[in-house]
């Protein structure tokens, strides 16, 4: 028995593991999306998506509670024909292959933009998809124990707001809400695009100890994703001006470049490199979703040979697009997408067990007569 098999998750690792995921390179556009989309205060509205995303992380529960702890695959293949399953598991694996091949692409950019502006960014992405994959061989403790690792050491930089604290005025965080903003429904589900990563626990179930009240653990760490994002967000609107925020690409990086210490220039690129760490667990859970379900579609291939199939190709499509609105444009698409997953399967997964529940019942009555 390997260490996979024999290892449960904890509550903490559960949490950790959860905050990670949703904690990404979005965190920078954030403030910018939030002046375009909702106008003044629009910092405000973090705590509406992060109310969203508790009732799917509810929905989540719902399905593990009513299937006893089955993993969605047994769920499925109880009620839907294997040639109806393959194609809907490829699907969901393109999909989420493509979402953490293109998270990685945006980090590596903007990583190039800001601080080697003549090297070629897929010589950075292949280092990062080698460090994803020897992830992915590790298994899923494994990656939430690195995950619990890493957390460390990007936590502390939430502490490096304090020193906006003297630039901060409250006059910017006006008594107008949402005024001056341009709503657009595409332009939020790219805002909540940076609350997904939560809906991978669907495919955790077979990794939870029985024990583990791991939807507690999920809307904690989806709660201190959302604590994250509102302060944030509040301190980038107290800083700039609504005209500012509009007009800038990546306000938090511009903030952090103010942070001054006199042993070391560029200071922000020091810290955009720890949020590599937060990053990295983003792609790594979506890649390794894409891997849960080439399973299924393959059972007879190694985890390993499947793992490297997945990077192997994740690379070669990251050539395409080459620039940061391609990169953009394609994860919109993406992220509008992994949305309807998020709510739509754990809702069908609902409809299939109730009705898997009462043919249960329908058939111990009739042996009970």
């Not at 604290?165 to 341009?182: A, E």
């Not at 999920?218 to 994703?225: C, E, V, Y």
């Not at 979703?289 to 299924?296: G, N, P, S, T, V």
Request: proline letters at 3%; glycine letters at 6%.
């Amino acid at each position: 028995m390997n260490s996979e098999t024999r290892e449960k998750l904890s509550p903490f690792h559960t949490t950790i593991l959860v905050y990670m995921i949703q904690t990404g390179v979005m965190a920078l556009i954030l403030p910018q999306l939030l002046a375009e989309t909702f106008g003044t205060n629009g910092w405000i509205t973090v705590l509406g998506f992060g109310l969203i995303s508790a009732v799917n992380i509810l929905l989540i529960g719902a399905v593990y509670k009513l299937g006893k702890g089955r993993s969605i695959f047994q769920i499925l293949a109880q009620s839907i024909p294997k040639f109806v399953l393959v194609p809907f598991y490829l699907a969901i694996a393109i999909n989420c292959g493509m979402l953490g091949c293109l998270a990685g692409k945006e980090y590596i950019l903007i990583f190039q933009m800001y601080a080697f502006p003549t090297t070629n960014p897929m010589e950075f992405k292949l280092i990062m998809d080698i460090l994803v994959f020897w992830l992915l061989t590790k298994g899923l403790y494994n990656i939430s124990k690195a995950a619990t690792v890493f957390f460390w050491l990007f936590a502390w930089m939430v502490l490096l707001l304090f020193f906006f604290y003297v630039d901060f005025n409250w006059s910017r965080l006006t008594p107008f809400l949402f005024k001056g903003g341009h709503f657009s429904y595409l332009e939020s589900f790219d805002i909540y695009s940076s609350f997904l990563g939560y809906e991978i626990l669907l495919l955790a179930f077979g990794y939870m100890n029985q024990r583990t009240k791991f939807v507690k653990s999920a809307l904690i760490g989806n709660g201190m994703t959302t604590l994250t994002y509102f302060y944030l967000s509040m301190i980038t609107f107290g800083i700039y001006s609504l005209g500012q925020l509009k007009n800038k690409a990546f306000p938090v990086l511009e903030m952090l470049a103010y942070i001054r210490f006199p042993f070391m220039e560029r200071m922000e690129n020091l810290l955009y490199g720890f949020i590599l760490f937060t990053s990295l667990f983003s792609i790594v859970m979506y890649e390794w979703c894409a891997l849960e379900m080439l399973k299924q579609i393959f059972p007879k291939l190694k985890s390993n040979f499947l793992a490297f199939i997945v990077m192997a190709i994740c690379y070669l499509i990251a050539f395409i697009p080459d620039t940061l609105n391609e990169v953009g444009d394609w994860l919109s698409t993406l992220s509008l997408i992994e949305c309807g997953i998020a709510f739509g399967l754990p809702v069908l997964l609902i409809i299939l067990l109730m009705f898997q529940n009462m043919g249960s019942s329908s058939s111990y009555e009739k042996n009970a007569n």
